[in-house]
């Protein structure tokens, strides 16, 4: 016989039971004797630091965390668009190879710096949705080369103290609502709630994912810090989506199956180089049966060819490797007319079988590698298969918008103990606390607040209560936390993966209102708070918000820390009047550089 180790069972000799049965005896006397002389000295051991390990800082009985007060420096006006993980000054650190530079390479601990990013001068508070979509101070985003370079392709322009916004772009001269009009074309799901979130690969100034707001799709324009200088600036302080991001070596932050429709309009990414990586990383992020648009080189070839600097046979040999490679991969052409070309990912995997063929190319991945990784993960040359699992979240089956944000994703039950009764009190949950926020900060639901981050969502419950006001969320989940943000976007809401020991992807006053649950509680054995703090404040808006929830433990050591960082807090009380958990809700104030700029 054997045991469950494999191991092959040997039976024990009869005349050693008595010895081992008398050695039992003997144990069991000796430990109740140790026992008794512990327990009569008990009392005279130091229990102090084992209580303070051990202890919960959400308990009531626990002391308050105190901090020190003290006022934090300015930082030179050098740094006025600092982009720590993304800053040209390290980029000589590190290699030009797939543009390995522009990728996130944050500083060590002993790097970072410990002041107040300053806004530039003459910022004043921008202008309000709606009319913000298509203008912005100049003095705000002060940067003229993107203004230089494609003023003739009707980017921006600058008018007086203002950068106006036409809806101009490379593939768009007629403007981005024509545009877009054709693709809805092509595209009829584009029409009817089928299609709710989308990425814009080099996005320039976001006016795809601007226009599309009105039509109810909700896309997350994605966009290096590159010569081009502050695409993703400029789109954010618009009041659209957007992220620095760039698919190069490591994936993108954000799941499989997330988005249902992926854009490149002349984003010269090399698509089928490297083994056709970044396109992989497309085809991984892209929901089965989404869509992939195309508009630029190599589409529509046979008529643009000349405008390329290239051959007409070259661009024909290039759009037939591309058709090759999407085809490989399980896209098929879905439409195609003038210069747009779009392509469906498979909504079933029969056609992944191919995939398990010994000559296949691309591959398809190992199990080994977890779709959902994304934070720091390489990109390899492979297919990654979707879950067979996943039957309702392909784009056939998936509810459409706006009933699918309330009905509960199936890849919940991926989630630890997550469950449709779990989703349901999530969803009521924030309902009563997003309407208890709006009476403690009354601009919450107003156009003064339009970019908004929730900095530790769970199921996107914070996003989905306020879904009917004049914002958008940024959904973040933690790299370290349980995988909830499949079903952040299977609602229909837009997110990312974070590690908040690291600076956001994003520039210096981009967000109006940083909200969060427990985020302290959650990381501070992790992350610095006075680091976490100082992070906030360089994204949060001068005159911005923060509404912080947080256990009684942390809130007084966050406001004094606060202070030091030129904000009011005040504390109130939760909707329910627990004395373990408050709600400091916080206002940046609006300051000014004492400092000479040296620009």
Known sequence: ??????????????????????????????????????????DKIETKDVAKVVSSPKESSVAPLQIKSAAFPECSSDYQDYTPCTDPRRWKRYGNHRLTFMERHCPPVFERKECLVPPPDGYK???????????????????????????????????????LFPGGGTMFPRGVGAYVDLMQDLIPEMKDGTIRTAIDTGCGVASWGGDLLDRGILTVSLAPRDNH????????????????????????????????????????????????????????????????????????????????????????????????????????????????????KASDNSCYSKLTYPDAYPPKCD???????????????????????????VMESIPKWPERLHVTPERILDVHGGSASAFKHDDSKWKIRAKHYKKLLPALGSDKIRNVMDMNTVYGGFAAAVIDDPLWVMNVVSSYAANTLPVVFDRGLIGTFHDWCEAFSTYPRTYDLLHLDGL???????????????????????????????????????????????????????????????????????????NQSSR
């Open 1 to 42: 016989m054997k045991y469950k180790d494999g191991k092959p069972g040997s039976h024990p000799d009869k005349n050693s039971r008595v010895p081992m049965a008398m050695m039992f005896v003997v144990l069991c006397g000796l430990s109740f004797y140790l026992g008794g002389i512990f327990c009569s000295e008990k």
């Open 125 to 163: 508070p921008p202008i309000t949705w709606p009319k913000s979509r298509d203008q912005c101070w100049y003095r705000n985003v002060p940067y003229d080369w993107i203004n230089k370079q494609k003023s003739n392709q009707n980017w921006l322009r600058k008018e007086g103290e203002k950068f």
């Open 229 to 344: 200088e502050a695409q993703v600036q400029f789109a954010l302080e618009r009041g659209i989506p957007a992220i620095l991001g760039i698919i190069s070596t490591q994936r993108l932050p954000f799941p499989s199956n997330a988005f249902d429709m992926a854009h490149c309009s002349r984003c010269l990414i090399p698509w089928t180089e490297f083994g056709g990586i970044y396109l992989l990383e497309v085809h991984r992020i892209l929901r089965p049966g989404g869509f992939w648009i195309l508009s630029g080189p190599p589409v529509n070839y046979e008529n643009r060819w000349r405008g390329w600097n290239t051959t007409v046979e070259e661009q024909k040999s290039d759009y037939e490797k591309l058709q090759e490679l999407l085809t490989s991969m399980c896209f098929k052409l879905y439409d195609k007319k003038d210069d747009i070309a779009v392509w469906q």
């Open 367 to 393: 199990d080994s590698l977890e779709p959902d990784s994304a934070w720091y993960t390489p990109l390899r040359p492979c297919v990654v298969v979707p879950s067979p699992r996943i039957k309702k979240s």
């Open 520 to 594: 302290f509680t959650a990381e501070s054995h992790r992350c610095d708070m006075k680091s976490m703090l100082l992070e906030m404040d360089r994204i949060l808006r001068p005159a911005g918000y923060a509404i912080i929830r947080e256990s009684s433990y942390f809130s007084d050591a966050i406001s004094t820390i606060a202070r030091g960082m030129r904000w009011s807090c005040r504390r109130e009380d939760t909707e329910y009047g627990v004395e373990k958990e408050k709600i400091l809700i916080c206002q940046k104030k609006l300051w000014h550089s004492s």
